[in-house]
């Protein structure tokens, strides 16, 4: 069985929990906690084969950055979430891919840039769409609007996340294959 390892990072209460617990448990938390570290598990079908999704959903907080590297470097790949009702969440958001670059010394690392809680968009909202648009063409990186609540875009989030890790696996292994046998 193939297993992805991913990271859900972001600030705390953008919503990383629900996104996971929604994603693997299918049930909104109704209360928010404070989290430190949670890993959640669940096998899916991809093309044709059973796999299975391991995501660590990790604190940002800054007192945690050593140890956020370590989670850093072991993960395939990350889902970036801020809120669009919090600006400073959407802010910390290149500091938080320039970690990564920097611990996974490559730009080329799937991830995806999301931005949450999109269900209480009249009364809630301070980062546009169009702005999380152009943060996922800096990051070169998919980008979606979601809500963990109301179930929008949650499985998209972890199964394109997926999908991109297979496209850079396979584009890495074509690369390698040609460097190693003389074709480029």
């Known amino acids: 069985m193939k ?11 953008v919503g990383k929990s629900a996104l996971s617990m929604e994603f693997v448990e299918g049930a909104f938390p109704e209360y928010y906690e404070n989290t430190l570290e949670d890993t959640y598990e669940k096998e899916f079908e991809h093309n044709g084969d059973t796999c299975q999704l391991k995501i660590l959903d990790f604190t940002s907080s800054e007192q945690f950055r050593a140890m956020r590297e370590s989670f850093i470097f072991s ?10 009702g919090d600006l400073s969440s959407f802010m910390r958001l290149r500091e938080l891919r320039d970690q990564i670059v920097r611990v996974k010394e490559t730009t080329n690392v799937p991830m995806i840039l999301v931005g949450n809680k999109c269900d209480i968009e009249e009364e809630f909202r301070v980062v546009s769409t169009k702005e999380g648009e152009t943060l ?49």
């Open 3 to 13: 297993e992805y390892t991913v990271a859900v990072l972001g600030q705390a209460g």
């Open 75 to 84: 993960k395939q790949g990350f889902v970036l979430v801020y809120s669009i």
């Open 136 to 184: 996922a063409k800096e990051f070169e990186c998919t980008f979606l609007e979601t809500s963990a609540k109301t179930k929008i875009h949650v499985d998209d989030t972890f199964y394109d996340l997926v999908r991109e890790i297979d496209r850079l696996e396979t584009l890495d292994r074509s690369s390698s294959l040609s460097f190693c046998c003389g074709l480029m």
